[in-house]
Every structure is written in structure tokens, then in C-alpha cells.
């Protein structure tokens, strides 16, 4: 089993920066994805932005430019960098880690989630 602990949420003004950090516990070898989601109010949960153990990584489109992933030099630690943060930036954001295979994720982990607030 694997553990996810995020850390780093807050409030900020608009055009701020915060920066996210997980750390993942237990089975973590057999990790090869993380990233990190995000749900505001009424809304489905959203993929912002994803890194693959190989150092592939994807961003939504709302959040290119602006965000970034990377991985600690431990491997089980993931962050977020996110600037020049928007009002509809604000949701609950989720840690994520998986075990895939060809692509297909065959384990899902999940945090308990950490609030970010944008004020305008």
C-alpha cells in the first residue's frame, strides 16, 4: 500500500505563487506515475498537471505556462510549483501516484487533498 501526504496549500492573491509537495509512503518502488488533480466546488475532478517516471510530463491547458511538476530527487516526492495563480485556480488539489502498465494504470493512490484559495 502506498501513502500520500500533501502539504503547501493556503490562501494567496491573485497573481501569487504556492508550491505543493507529496510524500508518498510504503510500496513506492512499483510508482512509475504522479500528479496532481484538482476539484473545486461543483466541478469534476480535473488532471492539472502529470509526470511519468521516464520524465514525461503533461499539463491542462488552463495551467500551461504557469504550473509546474517535478519530481524530488527521492522518488517519493512529487510538487507543484503553481504561478501567477487566478481566482479560478481555487479548488481542493489531490496528490496522485500509479502503478501502470502500458500506459494503463493498474494501482491508483490518492491524498487527502490540500486547499488552495485565490483571492482577487
Known amino acids: 500500500q502506498v501513502q500520500l501526504v500533501e502539504s503547501g496549500g493556503g490562501l494567496v492573491q491573485a497573481g501569487g505563487s504556492l508550491r505543493l509537495s507529496c510524500i508518498a509512503s510504503?510500496?513506492?518502488?512499483?510508482?512509475?506515475?504522479k500528479g496532481w488533480y484538482r476539484q473545486a466546488p461543483g466541478k469534476q475532478r480535473e488532471l492539472v498537471a502529470g509526470?511519468?517516471?521516464?520524465?514525461?510530463?503533461n499539463y491542462a491547458d488552463s495551467v500551461k505556462g504557469r504550473f509546474t511538476i517535478s519530481s524530488g530527487n527521492t522518488k517519493n516526492t512529487v510538487y507543484l510549483q503553481m504561478n501567477s495563480l487566478k481566482p479560478e485556480d481555487t479548488a481542493v488539489y489531490y496528490c496522485?501516484?500509479?502503478?501502470?502498465?502500458?500506459?494503463?494504470?493498474?494501482?491508483?493512490?490518492w491524498g487527502q487533498g490540500t486547499q488552495v484559495t485565490v483571492s482577487s
Open positions: 496522485n501516484a500509479q502503478w501502470r502498465i502500458n500506459s494503463r494504470p493498474i494501482r491508483n493512490y
Open positions: 510504503g510500496s513506492i518502488f512499483s510508482i512509475n506515475a
Open positions: 509526470i511519468t517516471s521516464d520524465g514525461s510530463t
